[in-house]
């Protein structure tokens, strides 16, 4: 079965900058969309960003500027750069696969256990 591991997560001071990886296995990065998520305690999930099959990317406008996705082929690994990193950006941080029509993202149907971004002023 699909397996998404998210790695990176930790903590930063304010302005900051970590690095997430998402490792996926039995799934092909270039099968679809890769997208990433967020959910702080006492919040519903939402969505960070994602980028597509062929490499385009779209933000939440919360994030837009300060991330950036991107993914490895070769390593079957999406990533999510952050950087001007915000107390608000602290979260538990998911990755997800989504099969793909004519590169429009389908439903985020895998997903990965998740790790802990926390960002202190």
């Known amino acids: 079965q699909v397996q998404l591991v998210e790695s990176g997560g930790g903590s930063a001071q304010s302005g900051g900058s970590l690095r997430l990886t998402c490792a996926a296995s039995r799934w092909s990065v270039r099968t679809g969309c890769m997208g990433w998520f967020r959910q702080a305690p006492g919040m519903e999930r939402e969505g960070v960003g994602y980028?597509?099959?062929?490499?385009?990317?779209n933000y939440a406008e919360s994030v837009r500027g300060r991330f950036t996705i991107s993914q490895d082929n070769a390593r079957n690994t999406a990533y999510l750069q952050m950087n001007s990193l915000k107390p608000e950006d602290t979260a538990m941080y998911y990755c997800?696969?989504?099969?793909?029509?004519?590169?429009?993202?389908?439903?985020?149907?895998?997903w990965g256990q998740g790790t802990q971004v926390t960002v202190s002023s």
């Open positions: 980028i597509s099959s062929n490499d385009n990317t």
């Open positions: 997800a696969a989504a099969r793909a029509d004519n590169s429009n993202c389908l439903d985020f149907t895998y």
